[in-house]
């Protein structure tokens, strides 16, 4: 985090709280979808995401300047890429076959996944108020899964594969950390992105996307992915990871109440208190310390 003016502290919460509000789209769009499926779904969302961006590394530095933005990445960019790429693909397949708020909920902890992974891998020691809020986490996510294991398999399969996004991302935070690199996010995503349309795109043929899919999918690529993207890079420069984490799940919140009022997807009383304990233990985690500090 940069140092900040109070005018610039309040433009980047509002430019988060924005880029959440674009996140949190997904699922209300894909409940519209006529007759995409998983991989293209995926691959038609990275597609736009990609062209989005390479928009805009275009027109804010000039195609050389672009080319050599994504290639200064190197080799830890390309596998910070991967790691997106599997996220992108295991979101877009998650919702397909689980609820908008199973998926979020799960993605969700992103941050207590990289905690678990750190202290096995690096080391890093985790604090007691960590571990509570691992077990309470892990507690709600079994109310989940026990709901979803006797109501549909589908479902059940929908939030194993959602747990491929928050492992790769702790598998990407984690790989950074200990090879000591620093990877700027907007080319990562960008390589993400095209690594998940190379991925996804022989599991995607024959197309059988109609044009209002291809439409749908497009507006997720761009503006539910793409932009937001390019505007947390900037929020992010006058907010700490707390902040930025905290506003973060503000997602998880907004992505079922749209998916519910635009697509009639009600979420089930097990989803609600198991996502609850989960959003709880979160927030406390990154609250606590902050707390802990004020006095300091």
Same mark, same amino acid.
């Given at each position: 985090?940069?140092?900040?003016?109070?005018?610039?502290?309040?433009?980047?919460?509002?430019?988060?709280?924005?880029?959440?509000?674009?996140?949190?789209?997904?699922?209300?769009?894909?409940?519209?979808?006529?007759?995409?499926?998983?991989?293209?779904? $995926?691959?038609?969302?990275?597609?736009?995401?990609?062209?989005?961006?390479?928009?805009?590394?275009?027109?804010?530095?000039g195609a050389t300047g672009a080319a050599a933005y994504v290639?200064?990445?190197?080799?830890?960019?390309?596998?910070?890429?991967?790691?997106?790429?599997? @996220?992108? $693909?295991?979101? @877009?397949?998650?919702?397909?076959?689980?609820?908008?708020?199973? $998926?979020?909920?799960?993605?969700?902890?992103?941050?207590?996944?990289?905690?678990?992974?750190?202290?096995?891998?690096?080391?890093?020691?985790?604090?007691?108020?960590?571990?509570?809020?691992?077990?309470? &986490?892990?507690?709600? @996510?079994?109310? @989940?899964?026990?709901?979803?294991?006797?109501?549909?398999?589908?479902?059940?399969?929908?939030?194993?594969?959602?747990?491929?996004?928050?492992?790769?991302?702790?598998?990407?935070?984690?790989?950074?950390?200990? $090879?000591?690199?620093?990877?700027?996010?907007?080319?990562?995503?960008?390589?993400?992105?095209?690594?998940?349309?190379?991925?996804?795109?022989?599991?995607?043929?024959?197309?059988?996307?109609?044009?209002?899919?291809?439409?749908?999918?497009?507006?997720?690529?761009?503006?539910?992915?793409?932009?937001?993207?390019?505007?947390?890079?900037?929020?992010?420069?006058h907010l700490t990871a707390p902040e930025v984490a905290l506003?973060?799940?503000?997602?998880?919140?907004?992505?079922?109440?749209?998916?519910?009022?635009?697509?009639?997807?009600?979420?089930?009383?097990?989803?609600?208190?198991?996502?609850?304990?989960?959003? &709880?233990?979160?927030?406390?985690?990154?609250?606590?310390?902050?707390?802990?500090?004020?006095?300091?």
């Amino acid at each position: 985090m940069t140092s900040s003016t109070p005018q610039q502290h309040r433009r980047a919460i509002l430019t988060m709280v924005l880029a959440t509000f674009m996140w949190s789209i997904a699922g209300v769009f894909t409940r519209h979808l006529d007759s995409a499926k998983s991989f293209e779904v $995926t691959f038609w969302r990275s597609l736009f995401c990609a062209i989005t961006l390479i928009v805009w590394f275009v027109y804010t530095r000039g195609a050389t300047g672009a080319a050599a933005y994504v290639r200064a990445s190197g080799r830890s960019g390309l596998i910070s890429g991967l790691c997106w790429a599997v @996220m992108f $693909t295991c979101f @877009m397949i998650a919702l397909t076959l689980t609820s908008t708020a199973n $998926t979020l909920i799960v993605n969700a902890l992103s941050p207590l996944f990289a905690t678990i992974l750190a202290w096995a891998v690096l080391k890093t020691p985790i604090a007691t108020r960590t571990w509570l809020a691992i077990a309470a &986490a892990f507690a709600g @996510m079994v109310i @989940m899964f026990a709901s979803e294991a006797q109501a549909s398999g589908a479902a059940l399969f929908g939030m194993a594969v959602a747990f491929g996004v928050p492992v790769a991302s702790a598998i990407n935070i984690v790989t950074l950390k200990r $090879t000591g690199a620093h990877v700027d996010l907007a080319p990562a995503v960008l390589l993400g992105a095209l690594l998940s349309c190379a991925i996804t795109l022989p599991l995607s043929l024959p197309f059988v996307a109609s044009t209002k899919d291809v439409l749908l999918l497009a507006i997720l690529g761009i503006f539910q992915l793409g932009i937001p993207c390019v505007m947390m890079v900037r929020a992010s420069a006058h907010l700490t990871a707390p902040e930025v984490a905290l506003l973060g799940l503000l997602e998880v919140l907004m992505g079922p109440l749209w998916s519910w009022l635009g697509a009639g997807e009600t979420p089930g009383a097990s989803t609600l208190i198991g996502g609850a304990i989960v959003l &709880a233990a979160l927030v406390a985690n990154e609250i606590v310390p902050r707390r802990q500090a004020a006095p300091a």
